[in-house]
């Protein structure tokens, strides 16, 4: 494959350089996210065992409720968050909490929404830059 772009829509502004770590299915943070560890501790969930934190996580969204976003924001204050969430829609438990986090911390956690069809080419192990421009740059080995 080598190296792909994809356009990406911001719903959260930002810049990130990380590995992907990539599911098909949704996650609920609460009681599937560790905050302390950024693991992923859904035992049912395809991601169990991985850790987020520091790379580009992406998910076609979340699932449950607001408490997505408590966890999130905590996740972000103790540096265990993924570099950048990448979805299939906007997010609004994703986006709350890179929201509150920048008034709170001065940091954001970028947001960027995908078509379904490029989100589908995402794999996990890939190499993801966001750009500027909301640009979804993979490099594949």
């Given amino acids: 494959m080598g190296r792909i772009i994809l356009p990406g829509r911001f719903i959260i502004y930002g810049l990130a350089h990380a ?33 987020a934190s520091g790379k580009i996580l992406a998910l076609p969204f979340t699932r449950g409720s607001s408490t997505t976003t408590a966890v999130l924001l905590e996740a972000i204050r103790n540096d265990t968050a993924p570099a950048a969430i990448l979805t299939t829609a906007t997010d609004f438990f994703f986006a709350l909490a890179s929201v509150v986090a920048d008034e709170l911390y001065a940091t954001t956690l970028p947001l960027i929404a995908l078509s379904e069809a490029d989100f589908g080419l995402l794999r996990s192990g890939d190499d993801v830059e966001i750009t500027p421009q909301g640009e979804v740059v993979v490099q594949r080995p």
Avoid at 21 to 30: D, H, I, Q, T, Y
């Fill in 19 to 51: 590995t992907a770590l990539v599911s098909r299915e949704p996650l609920s943070f609460w009681g599937g996210y560790d905050w302390q560890t950024g693991e992923i501790i859904d035992r049912r969930h395809t991601l169990s065992g991985q850790v």
